[in-house]
C-alpha cells in the first residue's frame, strides 16, 4: 500500500513564523532583538511541534482494493449556521473505503453544495479545502486536501483506473 503523508503545511507555517520574525528582529535594535529571539525561536519551535503533530496523525493509504483515511477532525453542526459550526472534541478518525463503495468524490463543495462540509479539519477554516468521498450508504468521509497537495493525483488515477469514476469537477455558479 502506498502512503500519502500530510506535509502540506509544514513549509508554510513555518516560513510566516520565520518571516515575521525575522521582520520583527531586523526591524528593531540591538537591546530589543536579544528580548525577541528567544520568542522567535520559542514560535518556530512550537510550530515545528504542531506541525510534526499534524504529519503523524494525517495520512491516507491506498491500495489492494481499498483507501484507508486518518484525520483529526471536529464534526459541523449547521443548525446555527449556514457555514456549519465546529462542535465537539478534536477526535482522531480512520475509515476504510472499499473502492467498490465509492459512488464519487471530488471537492465538498462540488458534491454537497456551496458552504458545505463534512468535518472541520483544522482550527482555522480558511485553510481548509476539503475532498470527501459520497459512499454508497450514504457515508460521508472528508479530508483536508492542503495537506496533501499534488500528492492526491496518484491516489485519484489509482481510484479511476479501478473504478472508473473520474473526480467531480468543482464548477463555480
Aim: proline share 2%.
Amino acid at each position: 500500500m502506498k502512503t500519502l503523508h500530510a506535509k502540506g503545511l509544514i513549509v508554510p507555517e513555518l516560513s510566516i513564523v520565520a518571516v515575521v520574525g525575522a521582520i520583527m528582529i531586523f526591524s528593531m535594535g540591538i537591546k530589543e532583538w536579544k528580548f525577541w529571539l528567544p520568542i522567535e525561536i520559542g514560535l518556530i519551535l512550537w510550530t515545528s511541534i504542531l506541525c510534526i503533530n499534524i504529519y503523524r496523525k494525517n495520512w491516507i493509504k491506498y491500495g489492494e482494493g481499498k483507501v484507508i483515511i486518518r484525520r483529526v477532525s471536529k464534526d459541523l453542526d449547521y443548525s446555527t449556521s449556514m457555514y456549519g459550526r465546529p462542535t465537539g472534541k478534536w477526535k482522531s478518525k480512520e475509515d476504510e473505503i472499499l473502492l467498490e463503495e465509492i459512488e464519487s468524490y471530488g471537492y465538498t463543495w462540488a458534491l454537497l453544495g456551496m458552504s458545505r462540509a463534512v468535518e472541520c479539519h483544522n482550527r482555522f477554516r480558511q485553510y481548509q479545502i476539503e475532498y470527501c468521498f459520497l459512499l454508497k450508504d450514504g457515508r460521508k468521509v472528508g479530508f483536508n486536501m492542503l495537506y496533501y497537495g499534488k500528492e492526491t493525483e496518484a491516489l485519484f488515477r489509482y481510484i479511476y483506473e479501478a473504478t472508473g469514476i473520474e473526480v467531480t469537477p468543482f464548477r463555480r455558479m
